[in-house]
């Protein structure tokens, strides 16, 4: 066979590109040969690799006791003062560990730098404050007693500002915790800054006050306790908070403001190592994830604005025994110091400080651009982005498709209502893109194997990626395999296919935009990178010359590429191990089989249409197809798809050693017995333990009992445990488990008030550091007044009040008052549970040993707890 019949067979039967002699005035680009497509895959996959992971890795050099005299953040003091830290252990608010080891530790170590202040240019004051209080947190009363909080107040000599700004974090942890990186890498991290701004001669304007706060876990009773009675809380005007969600690796900028963007703008000029991003912002705050902070109770109780940042990487030891010091890299440290002696030193010289409200102007967008450029605006002007980016898009591809007409000689019509159909293939691509990986996702739910990514996220390249692109590019393969037109071009139709793409990017933008969500700027910044490639290739003769506008479009792309692979990238290491403690109720696959879809959407969807320029592209769905399903087969059927490994990936088996004791009206016991309460955090459940030498048989829903008790008739821990509690799981126990102590709940006084109606009943009881007391009035009483917050009353069926105390055990006391229209009180009147937490107690002997019997991969967090459920 000739050349020129080579041409006619492998061009417009395989491609649909023009005949020979066509008069067509556009010029024609054979295709590439096929094994090329592979490189040109392969070459973004090396970009990725190559640059977007390291430079999310990336941390600076740490800097050592030789660079003191630099007034620099110093890394090798703060990773001392971090393995005292990590010695005390496991830090409960209430234990011996928080409220005594861990604040005298604080204290000297507070001393040590109080000694070393400059006197001629700072003023230091150290309060050690112990607060009691309650408030309203989510579904409960959360009251507190006697919790701890140290504040350093460091002011530069003979100021006159009356105006605060706040630095906050807190050093009480989670149980069996040593809590290195929650949150313990912070509070060394304000030590340090503390140290290198006492120390130093560069002043500043307002005074700063550094929040040690000993109650955050509990959750965020400290906080709560300093804002609304410490006697420098109402001077604090501006707020950085520091947390974690894991440790060792970089802080995330992840709340901002409220409505405050020149916060934005001090970060955007003094972070030395910016990492930030207006998406993660938006998902924090629509509360879908398992985690909060003390920022939430500074600005919901007060005035205060600020910046809210945590460490995030590596959250598979976040609230477990393996958050240790050895986790923690110096850099890390040297990482978060940078960033927070320089937003410091900005802040406590910002004139904003002094009128925070007076710069009020609504939210900013922000992002990084892979940790080396930080790029911030008002959310007005990125309105005004949005819409004109779309509409520039919808006009430049118009224009484009005029232009397409003219040179291959068809009606505008002809051209318009083939790009219709175009655009309704890239639909079907879109949907099956985003739709392929969820689907995925579903049927390793449905058949038991979620969280298969967990310990090898590298899976998620072939069970989530790999469909993903093969769902984008497979409906225009078929188009542009079956199309026949002889007038455009096989190069002009593959252009038309990725405008469908852009409209569809235009389209969502503009619809994101109307409905208020700032991270559409993702979609913004995505089509500016297909506007400027196009706007070129029109100016020039490349739009019309075969393949030669996709040359520029190729070389553009890198950068959307990079940036939206890295941003997609930190969310899903941040949400992988995230996953780990989702819950039962929610299939967490299909929130990381989205994530990955649409960052290989916003990634890639420019460019993998790009594979219709080589030959034999089939060959390439083919790869991808033998890939997605190698990677099933290895992610469902071997180890490397179970999701967890001893240490570094664990399965969270929280659980409570109950004895429990149901007392009817006349003092009866009706029930007294024992079991393990399970509360498991990940989808699997109980599943993987199965077949391990741990005993489970007997274990069952307790969701039946939901019904027939008061709180399913259990000692819920926590409002978290109070939301899953249909997902709870109950082991019964033969032997009684062993309590260190049974405290009771003693009726005082029982009182028929004057009008008749309302009976005031007046109790007491001992407590541990941590008792929950559950309430449940009767279908014709109700509570009318009681101790607690009264704003509480009428919110919930079941009321459910959170105690926990620090240095103060006195025994809680409470009355509650309940009205019934007949006045007769000589019945039954409402349930009181009493739930008393040993949480610093391994339990007795056969606890101890059922514990032994989990498997290594385990992280268990467990105690003996003893409930105790009254009739009044």
């Not at 295709?31 to 973004?44: D, E, I, V």
């Not at 947390?243 to 003094?270: C, M, T």
């Not at 879109?430 to 392929?436: I, T, Y």
């Not at 879809?597 to 769905?621: D, E």
């Amino acid at each position: 066979m000739g050349d020129k019949d080579k041409l006619i067979s492998d061009e417009p039967v395989e491609a649909g590109s023009l005949p020979p002699n066509s008069g067509s005035k556009q010029e024609q680009s054979p295709r590439g040969p096929w094994y090329m497509a592979s490189g040109f895959l392969s070459f973004w996959l090396l970009l990725f690799f190559a640059v977007v992971v390291p430079l999310f890795y990336r941390l600076p050099a740490a800097l050592t006791i030789e660079d003191v005299p630099k007034g620099l953040f110093i890394a090798e003091r703060a990773q001392a003062n971090l393995y005292e830290f990590d010695k005390i252990g496991p830090k409960v608010v209430g234990s011996d560990g928080n409220e005594n080891k861990t604040v005298q530790f604080l204290l000297k170590e507070l001393a040590l730098i109080e000694q070393n202040v400059l006197d001629e240019y700072f003023d230091i004051e150290i309060d050690l404050q112990t607060v009691s209080g309650s408030y309203i947190h989510w579904t409960m009363v959360n009251m507190y007693q006697g919790v701890q909080n140290i504040v350093i107040k460091l002011s530069p000599k003979n100021s006159t500002s009356d105006t605060y700004l706040l630095v906050n974090s807190h050093f009480d942890s989670k149980p069996t915790s040593p809590s290195a990186g929650d949150a313990g890498q912070l509070i060394v991290t304000i030590l340090e800054v503390l140290r290198v701004m006492s120390s130093t001669k560069q002043t500043f304007e307002h005074p700063i006050v550094f929040l040690l706060n000993g109650a955050e876990e509990n959750p965020l009773q400290a906080s709560h306790g300093f804002i609304t009675q410490h006697k420098w809380a109402a001077n604090c005007k501006v707020l950085i908070n520091l947390d974690a969600a894991g440790g060792g690796g970089r802080e995330i900028l992840f709340q901002s403001g409220p409505n405050h963007p020149w916060l934005v703008d001090y970060y955007k000029k003094n972070a030395k190592h910016p990492f930030a991003t207006t998406m993660a912002e938006e998902i924090f705050q629509t509360g879908i994830l398992p985690s909060d902070t003390d920022f939430t109770i500074f600005t919901k109780y007060s005035s205060l604005v600020g910046l809210d940042m945590a460490q995030c990487i590596n959250g598979y030891t976040y609230h477990t025994k393996y958050d240790r010091f050895d986790v923690i890299p110096r850099t890390s440290i040297q990482n978060t110091g940078d960033n927070v002696l320089s937003l410091v030193r900005a802040l406590s010289n910002a004139t904003e400080v002094h009128d925070p409200e007076a710069h009020a102007a609504g939210h900013a967008i922000f992002f990084d651009v892979l940790g080396l450029y930080f790029i911030s605006y008002s959310e007005s002007t990125g309105v005004i982005l949005n819409y004109a980016v779309a509409a520039a898009t919808l006009v430049l591809i118009f224009v484009s498709v005029c232009r397409t007409a003219s040179v291959s000689n068809v009606s505008t019509a002809h051209i318009v209502g083939l790009f219709i159909l175009i655009f309704v293939v890239q639909i079907i691509g879109f949907v099956l893109g985003l739709g392929l990986p969820v689907v995925v996702a579903y049927l390793f739910d449905k058949y038991g194997l979620s969280l298969t990514y967990f310990a090898t996220p590298a899976l998620m390249i072939g069970i989530y990626v790999f469909p993903s692109l093969l769902g984008l590019s497979l409906p225009s393969f078929i188009y542009l395999k079956l199309q026949r037109s002889e007038k455009i071009s096989f190069a002009q139709q593959l252009q038309m296919v990725l405008h469908g793409h852009a409209i569809i990017l235009a389209i969502l933008a503009l619809g994101l935009t109307y409905y208020g969500l700032r991270s559409a700027y993702v979609i913004t910044w995505t089509l500016i990178f297909y506007v400027i490639p196009l706007t070129i290739n029109l100016l020039t003769t490349l739009h019309d010359r075969g393949f030669s506008w996709t040359g520029v479009l190729k070389l553009v792309q890198i950068i959307p590429f990079l940036y939206n692979s890295y941003l997609f990238y930190t969310f899903l290491v941040i949400l992988s191990a995230m996953m780990g403690r989702f819950g039962r109720s929610t299939n967490p696959d299909l929130i990381i089989s989205a994530l990955n879809a649409l960052g290989t959407i916003f990634a890639m969807g420019f460019l993998i249409p790009l594979i219709n320029v080589f030959r034999r592209p089939s060959m390439i769905l083919l790869v991808l197809l033998a890939v997605t399903g190698l990677s099933i087969y290895t992610a469902s059927s071997t180890q490397i798809g179970f999701p967890y490994r001893p240490k570094t990936n664990v399965e969270r088996v929280p659980y409570l050693q109950v004895r429990r004791t149901f007392y009817e009206y006349d003092g009866s016991v009706s029930k007294d017995d024992s079991g393990y309460l399970f509360n498991f955090q990940d989808r699997r459940g109980p599943a993987p333990l199965k077949g391990t030498k741990v005993n489970l048989t007997g274990l069952a829903s307790i969701e039946s009992d939901c019904s027939k008790y008061m709180m399913c008739g259990v000692p819920l821990y926590d409002h978290r445990w109070v939301k899953n509690r249909l997902k709870g799981m109950w082991l019964p126990r033969n032997a009684p488990i062993e309590t260190p102590s049974v405290p009771t709940l003693e009726l005082l006084n029982k009182t028929v008030l004057e009008d008749g109606k309302t009976v005031r009943l007046e109790f007491t009881t001992a407590v541990t550091d941590h008792t929950s007391v559950f309430i449940q009035p009767y279908e014709d009483v109700a509570v009318t007044n009681w101790t607690f917050p009264t704003a509480y009353i009428g919110q919930q069926t079941t009321y459910h009040i959170y105690f926990s105390h620090g240095k103060d055990d006195t025994a809680l006391s409470f009355f509650i008052e309940l009205s019934k229209p007949d006045g007769d009180f000589n019945v039954p009147l409402c349930q009181v549970a009493m739930s008393y937490h040993y949480i610093n107690d391994e339990g007795d002997e056969l606890s101890r040993k059922f514990a032994k019997s989990f498997p290594s991969y385990a992280a268990l967090v467990q105690w003996p707890t003893a409930y105790q459920r009254f009739i009044y």
